[in-house]
C-alpha cells in the first residue's frame, strides 16, 4: 500500500471501518461516557504520519456532540495536505434513550467533495444518507447507524459486547454488514503503564482492524493496529486523554 493510501485510512479509522453495533446494546444517560477529549498518534513503521483528536461534548442534559479531526504531519503531509478531515455526530435524549439526529464528515480534496451525511428521522423510523451522487434511505427497523456513532455505542457497552456481532451500518450512502469478534481481556502496555483491556476485531477476507478498549475507563480506545495478510501496516496510540488525567488526578490509583 502506498504512503498516501495508507495515511488516509488509518486517519479516517475512527469512522470509515472500526466497529458495527446494534441498538438491543442501549446508549442511555446512565451508561454514556463522560465529556472527554484525547488524542492520537499515527504511526507506520516507526515514522509520524498523523494525529487523531477525539472529543465528546455534553451540551446540556439532553444533548451530546461527538467530534474527531485527523490531519496530516510532517512529511506525511506532503503527499496528501494537511486539511484536517472532520466528523461530527450530533445526539439527543429521548424516552431514555440517546439517539443520533444528524452525522456528518467534511472531506475535501482538491478534486473533488468526499463528505457525507447521515439524517436520522425516529419519529418515521427512517435514516436518510447522502454521499457524493448518492442517496439512501433505510429503515430504522433493521437498527442501522452511522459508523462514527458506532464507537460510543461500544465504548458504553464495553463489558457487554457478544463475542460475535454481524450487523448494519450506514456508509457513504450504502447499507454494509460488518462482522465483529470480541476476543476477551488483554494486558497493554500504554503511556499510563499496564492497562487492562478488551480487544475488539473486525475481520474481512485477509485484513483486520484491531482495538485495545480500556476496561475501566468507559472503553477508551488505547490502541488501533491494521493487519493486511498477517502484517501490521499501521498503529495507532492513545498519547493524552483528559479520562485518565482525571483519574491520574484523583485519590483512586490508576
Not at 11 to 33: E, G, K, R, V, Y
Not at 57 to 65: G, K, M, P, R
Not at 139 to 166: G, H, W
Not at 230 to 249: A, M, P, Q
Request: net charge neutral.
Amino acid at each position: 500500500m502506498s504512503i498516501k493510501n495508507t495515511l488516509i485510512t488509518c486517519l479516517l479509522l475512527f469512522t470509515n471501518s472500526i466497529l458495527a453495533q446494534d441498538f438491543s446494546l442501549p446508549l442511555s444517560a446512565p451508561n454514556m461516557p463522560p465529556a472527554f477529549s484525547a488524542e492520537y498518534a499515527v504511526k507506520a513503521g516507526g515514522i509520524s504520519l498523523g494525529k487523531i483528536d477525539v472529543n465528546l461534548t455534553q451540551i446540556d442534559s439532553e444533548n451530546w456532540t461527538y467530534h474527531s479531526s485527523s490531519s496530516a504531519l510532517g512529511l506525511a503531509a506532503m503527499f496528501i495536505g494537511n486539511d484536517a478531515i472532520t466528523d461530527t455526530s450530533k445526539l439527543q435524549l429521548s424516552d431514555g434513550v440517546i439517539r443520533p439526529i444528524f452525522y456528518e464528515r467534511i472531506r475535501k480534496t482538491k478534486n473533488a467533495d468526499k463528505s457525507e451525511r447521515v439524517f436520522y428521522q425516529w419519529d418515521k423510523q427512517l435514516a436518510r444518507s447522502e454521499y457524493k451522487d448518492r442517496k439512501l434511505e433505510v429503515n430504522l427497523s433493521e437498527r442501522a447507524i452511522d459508523l462514527f456513532t458506532l464507537q460510543l455505542l461500544i465504548m458504553a457497552n464495553i463489558n457487554n459486547i457478544p463475542e460475535k456481532m454481524n450487523l448494519p451500518v450506514i456508509s457513504k450512502a450504502k447499507l454494509k454488514h460488518y462482522q465483529i469478534l470480541n476476543l476477551g481481556s488483554v494486558k497493554l502496555k500504554t503511556i499510563y503503564g499496564e492497562r487492562d483491556t478488551v480487544l475488539i476485531e473486525r475481520v474481512k477476507e485477509d485484513s483486520s482492524y484491531r482495538i485495545w478498549a480500556d476496561l475501566a475507563l468507559h472503553g477508551l480506545p488505547l490502541q488501533i493496529e491494521s493487519i493486511k495478510q498477517g502484517k501490521t501496516e499501521y498503529i495507532v496510540k492513545l498519547e493524552d486523554s483528559s479520562l485518565h488525567s482525571l483519574r491520574c488526578n484523583s485519590s483512586d490509583p490508576i
